[in-house]
């Protein structure tokens, strides 16, 4: 973006949740990607395909939901396939899981493979992990279900067990989750990484991961780590989409007039906020030298999850605001 194109000094950013909360700043992120290039090994004893599944959960933004404890399907499932291992001996064909690394995931699924005489074990210990994760998750995702079923499919090759390692590897030891919280602004998460996405296509199996920081240091230490583990693993390791993090500016007038402007239309006093999601602001700014911003929004819920909605009447009273900015600012 070329800053010097524009002559206005004003940001305005509609893409904030909350109606009359006043955003002032953001973290920053990048978009962590593992690849695991697929080996396979010859299935020469006849095996049985199930099909193991996590459903149920609740998913959200992995921004302005990564606080509230809800599970991540991804990492269950790395979790299910390490303590098959100690017991069952599996191999395993596919994985998939997510569908956007900025949305927690909801669903995974994958295809293993198991002698007969490992079936009733393989059920017991699927029912020991849900019992096992309806006890984690009953209050933050008390719908999480996990199934095993059979397969009416024969496969003749699985990935190797080496392949097999690195992925449970990446999926029970890659950074996830809130890793540091604010010592400045009391709630609010610092740093965090989502595993949001796992897929198998015809050569590789790739992981991504959402990295937020509003602290730049931070998110690259974040991504050193998994640079580090991801080596060990012998896995690779790209890193796209960098975006800066908003930086909170004090006295700065864009934010007086909106919050003065607030308090003319509502009698009430604005919050004012920092939050954990990506904003563009940060973007904008890095290229629009001296300008101020701010982000507004109507009220919305379950935002990156399929029922995600906002309130009308929310939306009216913010676009009404919105005009009564703009005439504040001339």
Same mark, same amino acid.
């Given at each position: 973006?070329?800053?010097?194109l524009?002559?206005?000094?004003?940001?305005?950013?509609?893409?904030?949740?909350?109606?009359?909360?006043?955003?002032?700043?953001?973290?920053?992120?990048?978009?962590?990607?593992?690849?695991?290039?697929k080996?396979?090994?010859?299935?020469?004893?006849?095996?049985?395909?199930?099909?193991?599944?996590?459903?149920?959960?609740?998913?959200?933004?992995?921004?302005?939901?990564?606080?509230?404890?809800?599970?991540?399907?991804?990492?269950?499932?790395g979790?299910?396939?390490?303590?098959?291992?100690?017991?069952i001996?599996?191999?395993?064909?596919t994985?998939?899981? #997510?569908? @956007?690394?900025?949305?927690?995931?909801?669903?995974a *699924?994958?295809?293993?493979?198991v002698d !007969? /005489?490992? +079936?009733?074990?393989?059920?017991?210990?699927?029912?020991?992990?849900?019992d096992?994760?309806?006890?984690?998750?009953?209050?933050?995702?008390?719908?999480?279900?996990?199934?095993?079923?059979k397969?009416?499919?024969?496969?003749?090759?699985?990935?190797?067990?080496?392949?097999?390692?690195k992925?449970?590897?990446?999926?029970?030891?890659?950074p996830?989750?809130?890793?540091?919280?604010?010592?400045?602004?009391?709630?609010?998460?610092?740093?965090?990484?989502?595993?949001?996405?796992?897929?198998?296509?015809?050569?590789?199996?790739?992981?991504?991961?959402?990295t937020?920081?509003?602290?730049?240091?931070?998110?690259?230490?974040?991504?050193?780590?998994?640079?580090?583990?991801c080596?060990?693993? #012998?896995? @690779?390791?790209?890193?796209?989409?960098d975006?800066? *993090?908003?930086?909170?500016?004090?006295? !700065? /007038?864009? +934010?007086?007039?909106?919050?003065?402007?607030?308090?003319?239309l509502?009698?009430?006093?604005?919050?004012?906020?920092?939050?954990?999601?990506?904003?563009?602001?940060?973007?904008?700014l890095?290229?629009?030298?001296?300008?101020?911003?701010?982000?507004?929004?109507?009220?919305?819920?379950?935002?990156?999850?399929p029922?995600?909605?906002?309130?009308?009447?929310?939306?009216?009273?913010?676009?009404?605001y919105?005009?009564?900015?703009?005439?504040?600012?001339?």
């Amino acid at each position: 973006l070329d800053g010097s194109l524009f002559k206005g000094k004003y940001i305005i950013n509609l893409d904030s949740e909350e109606e009359g909360k006043i955003t002032v700043s953001c973290a920053g992120g990048v978009t962590a990607i593992a690849t695991i290039t697929k080996e396979y090994k010859d299935i020469t004893s006849p095996k049985t395909a199930y099909d193991v599944s996590i459903k149920g959960l609740q998913g959200g933004h992995s921004g302005m939901e990564i606080d509230k404890q809800r599970a991540n399907s991804n990492v269950l499932m790395g979790r299910v396939l390490n303590e098959l291992c100690k017991n069952i001996d599996y191999d395993l064909v596919t994985i998939h899981g #997510g569908l @956007k690394n900025n949305a927690i995931p909801r669903e995974a *699924e994958c295809v293993i493979l198991v002698d !007969s /005489k490992y +079936e009733d074990s393989l059920q017991k210990e699927i029912n020991t992990m849900l019992d096992i994760f309806k006890n984690e998750y009953k209050t933050s995702d008390p719908n999480v279900n996990l199934a095993c079923n059979k397969v009416e499919k024969n496969y003749d090759k699985a990935l190797s067990d080496d392949i097999k390692n690195k992925i449970i590897g990446v999926l029970n030891l890659m950074p996830r989750g809130i890793q540091t919280m604010s010592a400045d602004i009391e709630g609010l998460v610092e740093s965090s990484t989502n595993l949001g996405v796992v897929v198998t296509s015809d050569n590789e199996v790739k992981f991504e991961l959402a990295t937020r920081s509003s602290v730049k240091s931070l998110k690259d230490d974040l991504n050193n780590r998994m640079n580090l583990l991801c080596e060990y693993l #012998g896995v @690779k390791l790209e890193l796209e989409d960098d975006y800066p *993090e908003w930086e909170y500016v004090k006295n !700065s /007038k864009l +934010e007086k007039i909106c919050v003065d402007t607030y308090e003319e239309l509502t009698g009430k006093n604005p919050e004012i906020i920092a939050i954990h999601a990506g904003l563009e602001c940060g973007l904008l700014l890095d290229a629009i030298k001296g300008a101020e911003a701010v982000s507004i929004g109507p009220d919305l819920f379950d935002v990156h999850t399929p029922n995600e909605h906002l309130s009308v009447g929310s939306t009216e009273r913010t676009w009404d605001y919105l005009v009564a900015v703009l005439k504040n600012v001339k």
